[in-house]
């Protein structure tokens, strides 16, 4: 037995993955993929967001860039850099063609059109929205209709008691108001079943970044001195209603968590408080399914498990609902949300109903019919309310170019709409208990780069799972040196060559040659001396005269010249041809993983096989074009590849 513990986007903006590993040295990230639409792209410490456009007839580059926002020549020239630098192959920018796939530099997701509706606002520290109301002149009795509105047309804003310093907010006029919607529920529903308890929230205050504030909670600690005689404060806020889910009546008494109380042992759930007590117990079996892989999971996304004391939740017919969480669980999620976990269907419909019915935070999520770990973890991640919440198999996340990973997953998070800049992208990812050394290597590349990797085994003859840890090796701290090939030539890029395809040099050799017939001798000193191929090379970096190099060659020598002139590149591809090495030349190879081991690594380059040094195993070197990253370097480094810059 296992033990218990561990996008389809429409406008993809950009983030540069956090976290020390992914600056080492300085080094720009690899660019993120999602869906092969460009997800980030770093270069020069500078972050740039792009996102593919196909051109259609009648485009220029002025009205492809002029999407994203309004232009001036100024910016335009800032933009056509950005352009450039994503688009190396397009020549000349003012020929375009109807169907070539550009990448475009993102501004954002597209602001609403300007209907007389909305009115924009530009937060600032010290605000609330309370604030923002009252000196707009908006009476207090609309405030709450105020607030749902400011929900609906601001996605970003979650809880109305969390605004950020520096966004721009969209307020309604009273023209929004104007449009048909039904009827807000009457406030006085509560009336007939509890006395009203004005309860006023105190003013909520901006957080201005980059601090965090903890997040609202609508469930509060409290002693009971007399169990009998709860008290049921009213709720002083709603939370926008998690994806997938309709929207509620509005707020009802406030849930309260209170610390244990005398209750029948074996009861997890009563309902009391009519005129004869009415009791639905039940008595759930020993353990849970998964619920040592839950608690874990959602605790290292970094949201809330509670799972101690007792939840008290009055309800309209005047009766209580007592829950034991050691039973039922519940995850409080950052932005608000809260899920009740049921896990065998423990909860009487009625009293589930009732919840769901009445508190817009709570939801009541039952796994009593669910699967494995995948289907419970996502029946919970939907009323998360999260800004996206993601299958990630058939669309994975893919890092690099010339060296792609392709990382499926479980689900890929976005807790937030800015999620994607600041970079709390999120994959959970299912992997075999004991994963294969190719796919250690992969998850250590994501966590080098910064990609926020949670993988997770799950054992459905157990029913329970628990996070796999990703061990260190041998290359963590010792990243493989970066190779490149000279960009120019002499000496350094032929002893560069040398060395990486194994041929032995000597310096300082002092050579005898002689004419015909040994009519003189001439001791000559070059700067290498080298044998390949069956021949011996000496090297010419452009000192030698014509009349000494023929007389080198008279006596058996090969003359292999590299000047400055020549490129490094062009003297590495003559090595290797006096060596007798070919390259192969592939495309989007498939160096690792595929079909249903959970990641792919291809690569692009020439690749080479040589033998082994001191005649140990035979060593695999590819050539790509580009910067490599030391991440990208270690991940084939762990598959035995040498990877070199050229």
């Known amino acids: 037995m296992i033990p218990a513990r561990i996008l389809s986007v429409a406008l993809l903006l950009a983030a540069t993955m956090p976290g020390a590993a992914a600056a080492r040295n300085g080094e720009d990230p690899p660019r993120i993929f999602l869906e092969k639409k460009v997800f980030s792209d770093t270069a020069g410490g500078k972050r740039s967001f792009f996102e593919t456009y196909t051109v259609e007839k009648g485009d220029t580059l002025w009205k492809i860039l002029q999407r994203t926002g309004h232009l001036t020549p100024d910016r335009y020239a800032e933009r056509l850099k950005e352009f450039r630098r994503a688009n190396p192959k397009v020549a000349d920018p003012s020929r375009i063609v109807p169907g070539q796939e550009l990448l475009v530099p993102s501004g954002g997701r597209p602001k609403a059109m300007a209907d007389g509706k909305t009115v924009d606002y530009t937060v600032v520290r010290g605000d609330s929205l309370s604030g923002i109301l009252s000196s707009r002149g908006v009476p207090r009795g609309q405030w709450e209709k105020h607030f749902d509105a400011i929900r609906e047309i601001n996605t970003s804003v979650m809880d109305v008691n969390r605004i950020v310093a520096g966004k721009t907010l969209q307020l309604p006029t009273d023209g929004y108001f104007t449009q048909a919607m039904a009827p807000p529920e009457p406030e006085v529903a509560l009336a007939a079943a509890e006395p009203a308890k004005a309860a006023i929230a105190p003013e909520p205050e901006v957080i201005a970044p980059p601090e965090v504030a903890p997040a609202p909670v609508p469930l509060r600690v409290e002693v009971m001195p007399d169990p009998e005689v709860p008290s049921a404060p009213e709720l002083t806020r709603d939370i926008a209603a998690g994806p997938g889910t309709d929207a509620l009546a509005a707020g009802k008494p406030e849930a309260e968590l209170l610390v244990p109380k005398p209750v029948p042992p074996a009861a997890s759930v009563v309902e009391t408080g009519k005129a004869k007590p009415a009791e639905e117990v039940v008595i759930p079996p020993a353990r849970s399914p998964y619920r040592g892989l839950l608690s874990d999971l959602f605790l290292a996304i970094g949201e809330k498990w509670v799972d101690h004391g007792t939840m008290y939740l009055p309800l309209p017919s005047g009766g209580d609902v007592m829950l034991q969480l050691s039973d039922f669980p519940f995850v409080r999620f950052s932005g608000g949300a809260e899920a009740l976990i049921d896990f065998r269907g423990g909860i009487p419909p009625r009293v589930a109903d009732s919840i769901s019915s009445q508190w817009k935070s709570l939801r009541v999520v039952s796994l009593a019919d669910a ?44 807790r937030t709409e800015d999620s994607l800049l600041s970079g709390d992208l999120i994959l959970l990812k299912e992997v075999p208990e004991r994963p294969d050394p190719d796919l250690l290597a992969v998850l250590r590349y994501a966590r080098r780069i910064g990609l926020r990797v949670l993988p997770y085994a799950d054992d459905p003859n157990a029913m329970e799972g628990f996070l796999v840890g990703i061990q260190e090796d041998a290359s963590e701290g010792g990243i493989p040196v970066g190779l490149a090939v000279p960009k120019t030539g002499g000496l350094p890029a032929v002893d560069f060559g040398l060395s990486l395809l194994g041929i032995a040099a000597r310096t300082g050799e002092r050579l005898r040659v002689g004419g015909k017939g040994d009519a003189f001798r001439l001791v000559v000193s070059p700067e290498r001396v080298f044998e390949a191929g069956g021949k011996k090379y000496v090297v010419d970096t452009g000192r030698m005269s014509p009349a000494i190099r023929s007389i080198l060659r008279g006596s058996g020598y090969a003359v292999f010249t590299a000047g400055k002139d020549v490129s490094g590149r062009d003297i590495f591809q003559r090595l290797m041809k006096a060596a007798g090495i070919a390259s192969d030349e592939r495309k989007e190879y498939l160096l690792a993983g595929g079909g249903k081991a959970g990641y792919e690594v291809r690569v692009t380059g020439a690749f080479l096989s040589l033998p082994g040094r001191l005649s140990g195993a035979g060593r695999s070197i590819v050539l790509v074009r580009g910067k490599i990253h030391s991440a990208t370097r270690a991940l084939l480094g762990d598959m035995g590849v040498e990877i070199v810059e050229w």
């Open 371 to 414: 699967g494995g770990a995948g289907d419970r973890i996502g029946r919970i991640l939907r009323v998360s309310g999260y800004h996206s919440v993601k299958e990630g198999i058939s669309h994975p996340v893919v890092v690099g170019e010339s060296v792609s990973v392709a990382l499926p997953a479980r689900w890929i998070l976005l």
